[in-house]
Each structure stands twice: as structure tokens, then as C-alpha cells.
């Protein structure tokens, strides 16, 4: 049982290019989320996803954009890296439903450095 | 706005008994989860409350006063092992986690 996977593991990365990050979960939880993990400010939602099928906008949204074409996977897009997105990132999934929250699982996280 | 406070760092001592605070504001509560982090990790789940009181799970309690917007986690019999950042968060009433920045923890022999 993997949980949650992430990958890249560290990526370093050319502002302007395009990066996705990857992750995979096996619970068949129907919540998905993605955080970004900088010092001093903890973890900040950036996009999450209900169910499948469905995203919605987190916190700190901008230059990033997501998808849900399945329970699994949930790939996180930077269309054009800048330097303010060097950060570590961190997957998680809830089995969540309207009227009831439980508990996120993380993912071990990307560790994403923009020069 | 919506807020979570918690101190930045505390350091304890091995065997000792140590109180991590949490104050929260938030638009409509659904409950407080804590959360450990060591050092390059994920957060794993430590505890949830919804209700006032306190909830017990071997050497971590965690206590809740929805009144007065605050939580504690207790950790006693402390092990070189908890040495890690805890990190406090409220639930508003879109069912979205709202993130204290975390304590981090030191613990000296």
C-alpha cells in the first residue's frame, strides 16, 4: 500500500519553463489537495479537488492550475515558472464528504527550486 | 480575516511535559487537527477535537475550547523522538483547513 506518491522527489528549474507535478493516491479518497510549505507562513492551499471531475481555487492560486480526470490523480501545473514558486510541495487526500471532514493523508512532498 | 496562532519555537527537556497553544479565528469552526512534521517530512495526523474538552492517545492529549477559540497539545513522558514542528489547524465553515505556521519543537537530554 503506497498511500500517497509524489514525484518529483527535488526538481530544479529554469524560470519560465513549464513544470507538472505529479501525484497518485490509492485510498479512492474523493478529496485532493495541493499545499505549498514555505518557512515561517505554514502550509498554504492552493487548489483542491472535491471529487472527480471538480477543482476549486485555494489561497494562493495564481500561476498554477490543476486537474481531476480521475479518483487518483491530481497533477499540479506551473505554465510558467518564476522564482517566488521555489517551495516545497505537498499532495494530500481526504475522505471527505459534504457535512463531514476526516483527516489528511500527505504525500512525501516536492521540493521545487526556481532559478 | 482568518488566523492561527501558535508560538514559534519551545524547547523541553527529556521526560518533561510540554503544552504547544493554539489560538484560532475563523469564519465558522468544524473542528482543530494537530499535525506533526519532523524536519524534511510530511505533516502526519496526530488528533482531532470538535467537541470542549480533552481527548487522550497515550503519551499526546489534545483539548479544546470552542468558547474562548483556543486548543492545546499536550505531550508528556518526552522523547528525543518528538523533536518536530506541530502544527495546529481549524476547520471554517466551508469545510477549508486553515494553517497555523507551526511550533517547532527542541527537546534536550
Known amino acids: 500500500i503506497a498511500g500517497i506518491t509524489q514525484a518529483p522527489t527535488s526538481q530544479i528549474l529554469a524560470a519560465g519553463r513549464r513544470m507538472t507535478l505529479r501525484c497518485t493516491q490509492d485510498?479512492?479518497?474523493?478529496?485532493m489537495y495541493w499545499y505549498r510549505q514555505d518557512l515561517g507562513l505554514g502550509l498554504r492551499l492552493i487548489h483542491y479537488?472535491?471529487?472527480?471531475?471538480?477543482?476549486g481555487k485555494g489561497e494562493v492560486p495564481d500561476g498554477y492550475s490543476v486537474s481531476r480526470a480521475n479518483t487518483d490523480d491530481f497533477p499540479l501545473t506551473l505554465a510558467s515558472a518564476v522564482p517566488s514558486q521555489t517551495s516545497v510541495y505537498f499532495c494530500?487526500?481526504?475522505?471527505?464528504?459534504?457535512?463531514?471532514?476526516?483527516?489528511?493523508?500527505f504525500g512525501p512532498g516536492t521540493r521545487l527550486t526556481v532559478l | 480575516g482568518q488566523n492561527i496562532d501558535q508560538p514559534t519555537e519551545m524547547t523541553a527537556t527529556e521526560g518533561a511535559i510540554v503544552q504547544i497553544n493554539c489560538t484560532y479565528q475563523?469564519?465558522?469552526?468544524?473542528?482543530l487537527f494537530w499535525y506533526q512534521q519532523h524536519a524534511g517530512e510530511a505533516p502526519t495526523f496526530l488528533s482531532y477535537?470538535?467537541l470542549d474538552g480533552l481527548e487522550e492517545k497515550g503519551r499526546f492529549s489534545s483539548f479544546l475550547s470552542r468558547s474562548k477559540g483556543y486548543s492545546y497539545l499536550l505531550l508528556k513522558e518526552l522523547q528525543m523522538k518528538d523533536s518536530a514542528s506541530y502544527l495546529c489547524?481549524?476547520?471554517?465553515?466551508?469545510?477549508?483547513?486553515?494553517w497555523g505556521a507551526g511550533t517547532k519543537l527542541i527537546i534536550k537530554p
Open positions: 494530500a487526500s481526504s475522505d471527505s464528504t459534504g457535512g463531514s471532514y476526516n483527516e489528511q493523508f
Open positions: 485510498m479512492r479518497h474523493n478529496a
Open positions: 479537488s472535491n471529487t472527480a471531475g471538480t477543482t
Open positions: 475563523t469564519s465558522g469552526f468544524n473542528g
Open positions: 477535537n470538535v
Open positions: 489547524a481549524a476547520i471554517d465553515s466551508n469545510y477549508q483547513l486553515i
